[in-house]
């Protein structure tokens, strides 16, 4: 290898790029192992220089492993990714950047996204609760669905009061961190109304409001926006671009205006971590640092193995210059209690 060694962010877009040449199982493959170079721990060039296999990667068999192989000993020019895959960091890169950190990432408490398998996570509280704890947080937040988004079998308020008291159960029996707060990723319509009665939600410690319908409009979608920040029963505008890598391309709006109402309405804009996610990305936080907004960082992980990703988003953070002060996850417990039951 000469000169700067591809990245695994430079390979996802070349393995993007080779799917399209190809068809059928070929094409899966690489379409797979592209969306997994963003997910890769270590950078592909560090094992190579280590003399060890590509296909330690997942989604890396030997045909994939030849091209990469190949692309690392003899790069290729990288092109600029299209705006379906633009501005994605891998979580290698981002691990990288928060070990720079240490401070930064040691003044993180806790993971404000999680599901189990209550809506549509794969594991049930305990067993999430379980693989939490080995990284060292002081809190994790539950936030299974809301009933109106059905094909997560999302929850009443009936099965949220029921989780509500296995989460005090729980808290009970284990006695030790991380402790586990109630929350909710609440669906909202496109006029940004919940679904769910304002007395249930009254009893959580975080609510997240998120859209997941209508995601594909062209058209600006400020006042859609607008109206969700209005909505008093919401602390946490969740994944609020609802992007997906090289899947969709998510919303469009006035992000200035929309982070300055945030600010304005005391409610924090989420950087989901999962990693065709990452939204907000940089040029987004940007918009909320300058106007001074919250954020709240969450993994969105539906099984244990997702839990890991949690430092793409502290790097988003870091790299935008979000203060710890305006991370709802470098609040303590009691402080994001009391912000929780702030005016509105």
Known sequence: MSGRPLANRDLAELLAVAAAAEKEQRQ?????AARRALMWPEEAWRLVAEGRSLTELDGVGPWIARHVLEWLRDPPPVPDPPAIRAGFRSFAECRAIVGEHPDAKARVRGDHQMHTSETDGAAPLADMVDAAAAYGY????????????VITNGMDEARLAAQGREIDALNEARGRAPLVLRGIEMNLTPDGRGDMDDGALAELDLVLGAFHGQLRKKEDQTERYLGALANP????LAHPR?????????????????????????????????????????????????????????????????????DIGVAAAIDAGIPPERILNCMTTDELRRWRRRPR
Do not use: C, M
């Open 28 to 32: 899966r493959a690489l379409r797979r």
């Open 138 to 149: 002081e809190r994790v937040v539950i936030t299974d669905h809301s009933k109106a988004l």
């Open 233 to 236: 029963t919401i602390d946490v």
């Open 242 to 310: 609802g992007r997906i890598w090289n899947f969709r391309l998510g919303l469009s709006a006035d992000w200035r205006r929309v982070a300055e109402r945030a600010a304005e309405r005391d409610v924090a804009l989420e950087i989901d971590a999962y990693p065709d996610r990452q939204d907000l990305d940089l040029g987004l936080l940007a918009h909320v640092a300058v106007a001074g907004g919250r954020v709240s960082i969450g993994t969105d992980a539906h099984n244990e193995e997702e839990l890991r990703y949690l």
